[in-house]
């Protein structure tokens, strides 16, 4: 389960049943089937998105804040995944799901999705994702939503990098003249860990380009430069995080005068800059979880964040907010 500002704010038609659903996070069984010598991973039920390199929730990710990009694609689908390994640095994946908007679909017709990753060799590894299906009522091909992106990581010493760079684009149905409406994004996250220590530093410049204003209402370019500092604690069963951050956001182009969650300027260009912080704990009960999979049973994790201001969108509210998330990891 999961609560908190960035749960309340997820998009839903309205309907009691997805308000309720909003707070449901990850539930699916999996099942390996040997194939070819490799184990073939099926996973269905309320999946993880493969668009995005960060998680949902903050404690997952580099920085407190996500970026504008990650906050604009599926995180949580309802659908069916399956991937299979290839020679040991190479895996490939496929997805039937519900949608973009997993509690708004428009449409009963399903989406897909596809997923190329490679181990380059034991610092560093590639990968590319693509989306394509229909987000909007009418549901024939030209109008179906496609969004591509490629993510990289290399680890040098005690210095990481990742870059991640996105486009989408969509024919607008309900629009005069079907214009067809893009947007893309792009950041580069830097972070230094001294001797592998608790301590580590992270720096996080960012771009979203919605040229058309189909995902954030505005014709506009948003770039974003996030500082933080985190400290960490892990041992077999608790990981104790605390860790602050100051991040500073301008919005450009024909409306660029909104920066979401945030009054707009009419007229103006905006900057906006916050300075936040976090403490979250997350202990692991009935087995050890290693990146995500457990060793010896089937764990449950509890995760308490409390965070100031609240939320890890950029679009956060101001008041302290506590979130709880109970997960059973596959």
Known sequence: MQAGKDVENLVTDNASLNDALKYLYYTYVTYLAPVGGEALALAGGLIPGHLGYESFHAIDNPTYTRIYGVDNVPYFPWGVIAKYPYDGAVSAGVM??????????????????????????????LRGNVFYGPEQQETALDFWRLAVEGIGEIDFGDFGLVGNL???????????????????WGAVWLNWQ????????????????????????????I???????????????????????YRFDHSTGPQGRVLPGRRQHVGSRPAALHAGGELALRYLSGGVCLTGRPWGGLPRCVTWICSWPAGSSPAH??????????????
Request: charged share 20%; aromatic share 10%; net charge positive.
């Open 96 to 125: 039937v799901a519900s949608g973009w908007d997993y509690l708004s679909s428009p449409n009963s017709v399903p989406s897909y999705g596809g997923r190329l990753h490679w181990d380059v060799n034991e610092s560093a590894w």
């Open 166 to 184: 996105g486009w989408g684009n969509e024919k607008q149905a309900m629009v005069s003249g079907n214009p067809r409406y893009q947007w893309s």
């Open 194 to 221: 001294p001797r592998g220590g608790p301590w580590s530093v992270g720096l996080r410049p960012e771009f979203f380009r919605d040229e058309d204003g189909l995902l954030t209402s505005a014709r506009q370019t």
């Open 223 to 245: 770039t974003a430069l996030t500082a933080a500092v985190r400290y960490e604690i892990t041992t077999r069963r608790q990981l104790l995080q605390v860790r602050a951050e």
């Open 317 to 330: 509210s101001t008041r302290p907010q506590v979130a709880q998330v109970v997960q059973a990891l596959p």
